[in-house]
């Protein structure tokens, strides 16, 4: 019985060692995902959001010429019109407020906007859910095993 304890014992430790670097790992692939929700969610609250609140200019992306995935989708979803128009402004450090507005109207035009919040949305809920996958896993999965053990060491 002492020498069953012993390496029940040492199992739970060697699992919990193992459980702990595996949720490390998924953390870490987490956090890069999390990256990019967040990088995504900055570029749209960049653009779509209020300036007041994020305290920077919701023109400075398309000032910058920065290839965000907003203006990519919007280069494919473009016309060649639009895209002229575009080309004009992208890049540029002074753009009209006409100018910009434009650009605006063709994003929700193009259902860039709507699109592009709902993908926000369902990565976000993806990276929610791994993550309590990850937490539940190294809970249950111990429990499971150690309930295994004690069965053991009463036969």
Known sequence: MKLLNSFKEQFDAKLISYLEKKK????????????????????????????????????????????TWIVELFKERANQKELQNFSVLFGKPKISSVDFSWYKKKLDETNIKKDIGNHIYKESEILRIDLKKIIDSKSSFSLFISEIISNISSI
Request: net charge negative; proline share 0%.
């Open 24 to 67: 490390q790992y998924l953390t870490e692939v987490d956090e890069k995902g999390g990256d990019m929700v967040k990088n995504l969610r900055d570029d749209y609250e960049g653009t779509f959001g209020d300036d007041k609140i994020t305290r920077k200019s919701l023109l400075s992306d398309v000032q910058e010429g920065k290839n």
